[in-house]
């Protein structure tokens, strides 16, 4: 499932965050890609030896946690500790799929990356090009998102990011770990989730709303895996 949450941080939080990753190191993407991503990649990321970095990817990993829709969609086991990225004269990263399982900066640990996730962060018309474009059983589907909205989608899906060919993209981005590997299964409980909260709104608490909600958590325990 592929699905944008707006205004995981204002303007004022995105102008912030822009205005220190501006003062901040910035080294070449390719660093941090393996195999056959390194050869399609071009572009520049935040030195994590950067002192500025770590508050600041906390801060992102903060305002994604707390956002209800990244919540029901992704169910989140971990979120790996973001990164950011600029593409600009002409950077891009062509064709790819994300690596399985990632160590997360902070911990050391290891996680399996269910869900990919890019957070804009700048408007749409400060650049050309630069779109995320994610291939699905679906087609092709091109993302290109107000500054301080983000998307999710599949880990599984193969991705890749259009040349940038006027202005400048940046972007955080990250993976997270789900309580529930599967994304048809994670699919299934976002769209009960949200279904519920309309006719809990609707109806307030009658029991059968009650009841979809013992189904919900009844479905959750059999899926997930902590
Ligand atoms: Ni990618």
New binding site residues.
């Given amino acids: 499932m592929l699905l944008h949450l707006p205004a995981v941080l204002t303007t004022a939080e995105v102008n912030d965050v822009v205005s220190q990753l501006t003062a901040m190191n910035w080294v070449a993407g390719k660093h941090t890609a393996g195999g056959q991503a390194i050869q399609v990649k071009q572009n520049l990321q935040i030195d994590p030896a950067d002192p500025a970095y770590l508050p600041l990817a906390q801060r992102i990993a903060e305002a994604l946690l707390a956002n209800p829709l990244c919540h029901s969609a992704a169910l989140p086991h971990h979120l790996l500790t973001p990164m950011f990225n600029c593409y600009q004269e002409q950077g891009h ?1 062509g064709d ?1 799929i ?1 690596g399985a399982i990632h160590r997360d900066r902070i911990t050391g640990q290891q996680h399996r990356t269910d869900v ?1 996730l890019t957070l804009f962060l700048s408007a749409p018309e400060d650049y050309e090009g630069g779109e995320l474009i994610i291939e699905d059983a679906y087609g092709s589907h091109s993302v290109k998102l107000d500054a301080g909205d983000a998307i999710l989608y599949p880990a599984t899906s193969l ?1 890749r990011v259009e040349p940038v060919t006027s202005g400048r993209r940046l972007a955080a981005f990250s993976w997270i770990q789900s309580l529930v590997r599967s994304d048809a299964e994670r699919t299934l409980l976002f769209q009960l989730d949200m279904t519920i909260l309309k006719l809990r709104q609707q109806l307030g608490d009658q029991p059968e709303v009650t009841q979809l909600t013992q189904h919900y958590h009844n479905l959750l325990r059999r899926w997930s895996e902590a």
């Fill in positions: 990263y790819h994300d990919s991705h």
